[in-house]
């Protein structure tokens, strides 16, 4: 009971090196030590202790700086790697995403037992076989594809997750990973091998990576479990699925956390939020999955390509959360870079100016230039046509009379 006490109140500093810990190389002498010590309590007081062998240079075990660090106050945690660190909002959000159009989670262990890189694993291969793969054919898999991992454990483990479509495979083993890959991913087919099932309600996916990063271990478990405890508050434990998930690009914004959820229409969206707090929890739950209404000053980005989403999303946000509206057609918007804005009135957000220029055509932009151009040139093209028209209808008109007039004469 003593030790299962000590494990469940380990700190996040001290899970976080305890999993980097379990891949360490085995020391030697330190196992021989043991072991000596160990035999040696079968004896009685006076048998002499046994006498450790020499140690080589290179089985001499070093003292890693985290074994001292392991002793820090949860406290001291929270300000160096917590929401109290000093790097909390200090970078823009907006635009740090990549653009992809596919995501997929493979549910597999619990983050205290991920490596640092989890998809390098040798003693557990399936996460790594199935990145592979999808790498090995990304050139034939017309959707950009993301692959992170999430939580599993017994019962889960294997269990793929499919967003947008927002489909749940069950079973991925090292077997089937290449047909899983061929099937779904590179041919679009149901997956001959496993299970298909389709996902419903919101899924929401915080990183709680702390063999990769202690900025993520320690503020993912935290807004995790604010996170289900808002949800139960709200009864939504059947609507809302919250889970931890492997590193997704972005240590320093931690807390990072993801929200696949259908919008309005139906259609399933991925955003993106960084430097998310515990006390951000609720505006998530109510403001975000509830209501449709993105989180502006957290917001990262979301799911698909550039080109296709972008504009959508800027007409609402800029970096940090900044609210601009866009302008109307009938305002002049001018956004010069390194030049002084001479027109004596405000210089908005962003670089851009609320107020129209006062120094006449001299600072027309050359794209104005270029359209005044263009329809001068389609005006002049018209009245040209007009001109021939004209002509040809005056020609016309007297080549009537003529007729006419020579038929008249001949008649008397």
């Known amino acids: 009971m003593s030790s299962l006490l000590r494990r469940l109140t380990l700190s996040p500093r001290q899970r976080h090196f305890k999993a980097r810990a379990l891949h360490a190389p085995i020391d030697p002498y330190f196992v021989f030590a043991l072991s000596s010590s160990s035999s040696s309590s079968t004896h009685s007081a006076v048998n002499t202790p046994p006498v450790p062998c020499p140690r080589s240079s290179s089985t001499r075990r070093r003292r890693r700086p985290h074994d001292a660090m392991a002793a820090t106050t949860p406290k001291d945690e929270d300000s160096e790697f917590g929401f109290s660190r000093p790097e909390m909002n200090s970078s823009k959000l907006s635009g740090t995403v990549d653009a992809y159009d596919r995501h997929i989670f493979l549910r597999f262990k619990s983050p205290e037992e991920w490596l640092p890189k989890v998809e390098n694993s040798e003693s557990d291969p399936l996460p790594k076989l199935l990145s592979s793969a999808i790498k090995a054919r990304k050139n034939e898999i017309a959707a950009k594809t993301k692959v992170t991992i999430c939580g599993g454990g017994e019962g889960l483990d294997g269990d793929v997750l499919v967003f947008p479509e927002m489909i749940l495979y069950k079973g991925l083993t090292e077997t089937t990973v290449d047909g899983f890959v061929d099937d779904v991913l590179v041919n679009g087919k149901p997956w001959a091998s496993g299970i298909q099932e389709v996902l419903a309600g919101s899924h929401v996916f915080v990183c709680a990576h702390g063999s990769r ?30 889970s931890p998930c492997s590193h997704i690009g972005g240590h320093k914004y931690a807390g990072n956390v993801i929200i696949y959820s259908p919008d309005a229409d139906g259609n399933v969206t991925g955003h993106w939020y960084g430097y998310v707090t515990p006390d951000d929890v609720p505006a998530l739950i109510d403001q975000h999955i509830g209501q449709g209404q993105v989180i502006e000053r957290l917001w990262r980005g979301q799911m698909g390509a550039a080109d ?17 509206k866009k302008p109307k057609k009938s305002q002049e918007v001018i956004v010069e870079a390194g030049e002084e804005n001479v027109g004596g009135c405000c210089q908005g957000a962003n670089g851009f100016s609320c107020c129209k220029d006062v120094s006449g055509e001299n600072n027309t932009s050359s794209e104005e230039k270029k359209e005044a151009a263009s329809k001068f040139s389609c005006w002049s093209s018209k009245w040209e046509q007009h001109n021939v028209l004209t002509a040809v209808a005056v020609v016309g008109a007297v080549a009537t009379v003529a007729v006419a007039y020579a038929y008249y004469r001949r008649s008397h």
């Open 213 to 242: 990063d202690m900025r993520c271990g320690v503020c993912g478990p935290a807004l995790i479990e604010k996170l289900i405890e808002e949800v139960d508050l709200r009864g939504l434990a059947d609507q809302i699925t919250v």
């Open 308 to 324: 296709e989403k972008t504009d959508n999303v800027e007409e609402l946000k800029r970096p940090n959360g900044e609210h601009v």
